[in-house]
């Protein structure tokens, strides 16, 4: 038998079959394969941190920075004086005081249009009372007409002068001399007999303990106090004031006492 020639019962070298690899073996390539894939992954975690690291060390290093700070500075300039403020505030009062006017006679207007008239003329201080002395307010200008005045008709007077205007309701005559409702002076009881209740409460002391009864036999209450005159009074007229309670009876003015 040659030595190139097989002994007949080894079958002839035909290479691997089919399918294997003819490198190394799978478990060598393992070993490479998985050590590789650790340090890939360990290169990128490193990479990503030193990218955040330096992403915050730029935003600390850009809050750190201080900012410039800008100052804007207003000039005004002086404003000049006005003329007005440098008159006297006296002078405008002294020119009032000193202008004057002639008092109409304002009988028998209107209350309203008296005070038009008034202020037309530069009197602007104006005031009104009941001439009947029943205290009653002018509530309603309209409604009312003047019978007297304080200043004497056609006296040059301020025009700071207060006037003053007694006057009726229109349905009503004027008295022949103007009336004042009662004071109780000298601590003694005016005769309130004739006066409206209301001018009679307010001549008394304000802490009086005051009682109105309606003087007819219809019992009433006595609402509005300057529509109702006093009948009869006690303590009687002239008694002294000592702060003992007062007591009156009334009617409506269009009516008489019993």
Known sequence: MSHNELPADQ????????????????????RIAVPAAFLIFFVGVGVG??????????????????????????????????????????????????KKATVPDFAGMGLQSAQDKAQELGFFSLTSHDALGRDRMQAFDRNWKVCSQNVKAGTSASTDTEL??????????????????????????????????????????????????????EGRWVMLESNWQVCTQSPAAGEALNGQPVTFTAVKFDETCP
């Open 164 to 217: 003053d205007f007694g006057a009726v309701k229109l349905e009503e005559g004027c008295p022949a001399r103007d009336e004042r409702p009662p004071s109780a002076q000298g601590g003694k009881m005016p005769d309130f007999t004739g006066e409206s209740v209301k001018s009679a409460r307010g001549a008394l002391d304000s802490g009086t303990s005051l009682t109105v009864e309606d003087a007819s036999p």
């Open 11 to 30: 079958a002839p070298f035909s290479g691997p079959p089919a399918g294997h690899s003819t490198g190394k073996p799978g478990w060598a390539r393992k």
């Open 49 to 98: 941190s030193s990218d955040s690291k330096d992403q915050e060390q730029t935003s600390a290093g850009s809050k750190a920075r201080p900012q410039p700070t800008v100052t804007v500075t207003e000039t005004v300039g002086a404003q000049p004086a006005k003329a007005d403020d440098t008159e006297p505030a006296g002078d405008d009062k002294q020119a009032a005081a000193d």
